[in-house]
């Protein structure tokens, strides 16, 4: 089983729709989820981090953290075509020593916004 | 703002040559990170730094190594580059050292390596 487990998709909505993102994972040692979001020929950027189980808003963009379930989401509300872009979730723990961490990444879903 | 540089956007070598990709960051953040990113594969740490001359393995480090000589430029070499090394490789660097677990990443554009 895959650390990080993230449909691929690819989707695609209409502009104004609720776009929900989702991954599974199994360690539970992650503390940190994170969602990049990474537009076509550009790098990754963070969109939100979340640390405890619950919801954190920002703007159109809710991230929502069941830690019990191992279960993360992104919704997106009203979505605009500007949204269109590949989202990664990402978390992160200690590595063996506890002195420095890596990300692991789920492998990405591209969405679409169409107008 | 941050900003993350990577030496080419692309890249076309030949089986067995030695490539040599330079990623430098202008905020000196103490950690940078080299991943590939493949379809299907998502991203994928290849090695990091957390401070000058130190490295850790990744996930994937077979095949590369990297050389951190200053602290604002991390290295990635392919001693002999493999076709299957053709990929999209991204470099990171993040502020804080040790363990941080909202220290965010920044990426650089990619530099996209094909190896004939």
């Known amino acids: 089983q895959k650390e990080v487990e993230q449909d691929p998709g690819p989707l695609s909505v209409p502009e104004g729709a609720i776009v929900s993102l989702n991954c599974t994972y199994s360690?539970?040692?992650?503390?940190?989820f994170m969602w990049y979001r990474q537009y076509s020929r550009k790098g990754p950027e963070l969109l939100m981090y979340?640390?405890?189980?619950g919801n954190k808003e920002d703007g159109r963009f809710t991230a929502q953290v069941d830690k019990s379930s191992k279960y993360i989401s992104l919704f997106i509300r009203d979505s605009q075509p500007s949204d269109s872009a590949t989202y990664l979730c990402a978390m992160n723990a200690p590595n063996s020593g506890g002195s420095n961490y890596k990300l692991t990444f789920g492998k990405g879903t591209l969405l679409t916004v169409n107008p | 703002d941050v900003k993350v540089t990577q030496s080419s956007r692309y890249l076309v070598k030949r089986t067995g040559e030695k490539v040599f990709l330079e990623c430098v960051q202008d905020?000196?953040?103490?950690?940078m990170f080299w991943y590939r990113q493949d379809p299907g594969l998502g991203l994928r740490l290849i090695y990091f730094s957390y401070d000058v001359k130190m490295k850790e393995k990744g996930d994937i480090p077979e095949g590369y190594s990297v050389s951190r000589e200053k602290k604002e430029r991390f290295s990635l070499i392919l001693e002999s580059a493999s076709t299957n090394q053709t990929s999209m490789y991204l470099c990171?660097?993040?502020?804080?050292?040790?363990?941080?677990?909202?220290?965010?990443?920044?990426f650089g554009p990619g530099t996209r390596l094909t190896v004939l």
């Open positions: 990171a660097s993040s502020l804080e050292r040790g363990w941080k677990g909202t220290d965010t990443q920044y």
């Open positions: 905020m000196d953040h103490e950690n």
């Open positions: 360690n539970s040692a992650f503390q940190y």
């Open positions: 979340t640390y405890s189980s």
